[in-house]
């Protein structure tokens, strides 16, 4: 799972308690209220009286504004941002019908066909909307041409499945420790 991902969850997950937790004392002090109590948690005669002695211009209160203004912003950016797709679109050889392949099963592709490569022993793929990104790793550190054919392994892989939009290949090896 991604980055994203994760800061989406968590985020998702924290303001979901937050409100939650908020509209539980707004409950308790409704009740409060309505039973003709002082306020139980929220102290909102303190917060009204505050508020009357403080106006729009007051530097604290365009703070806080200010503040809250970008905090949305940020949680819309999270919401709206794309994520990875879950399929891509193949080249139909007729029209009218949609070929598409899983990411998944693309990553996996690539990574078999870098792993058939000579010299790798091992290999994982990761696909975005326009870019493959192949680690590889081999035993030998030094072996010359190894990326060069790895990179040539998935292109042709790449080429092979006839993606609608072409991808950039990144591949990037590492020495597996054989210790």
């Given amino acids: 799972m991604t980055a994203t991902k994760w800061?989406?969850?968590v985020v998702s997950a924290l303001l979901a308690l937050a409100?939650?937790?908020?509209s539980l004392l707004v409950v308790v002090e409704i009740v409060a209220a309505a039973l003709g109590r002082a306020p139980?948690?929220?102290p909102y005669s303190d917060w009204t009286s505050w508020l009357r002695t403080h106006s729009w211009?007051?530097?604290?209160?365009?703070?806080v504004l200010v503040g809250l203004v970008i905090l949305g912003l940020l949680l819309l950016l999270l919401a709206f941002r794309r994520g990875k797709p879950a399929s891509l679109a193949l080249r139909s050889e007729s029209g009218g019908v949609d070929v598409t392949a899983s990411r998944r099963s693309l990553e996996k592709?690539?990574?078999a066909a870098a792993t058939r490569t000579?010299?790798?022993?091992?290999a994982s793929a990761s696909v975005s909307r326009r870019t493959a990104r192949?680690?590889?790793q081999t035993v030998a550190?030094?072996?010359?041409?190894?990326r060069e054919e790895v990179e040539s392994a998935v292109r042709a892989r790449l080429d092979a499945l006839g993606l609608e939009r072409p991808m950039r290949t990144r591949v990037e090896l590492t020495t597996k420790d054989t210790r």
Avoid at 19 to 22: E, I, R, T, Y
Avoid at 57 to 63: K, L, M
Avoid at 118 to 122: L, Q, R
């Fill in 109 to 111: 592709s690539l990574a």
């Fill in 57 to 63: 211009n007051d530097w604290i209160v365009n703070t």
């Fill in 7 to 9: 800061i989406t969850r």
């Fill in 19 to 22: 409100l939650f937790l908020g």
């Fill in 40 to 42: 139980a948690v929220l």
């Fill in 141 to 146: 550190p030094s072996q010359p041409g190894v």
């Fill in 118 to 122: 000579t010299g790798i022993v091992g």
């Fill in 134 to 136: 192949v680690d590889a």
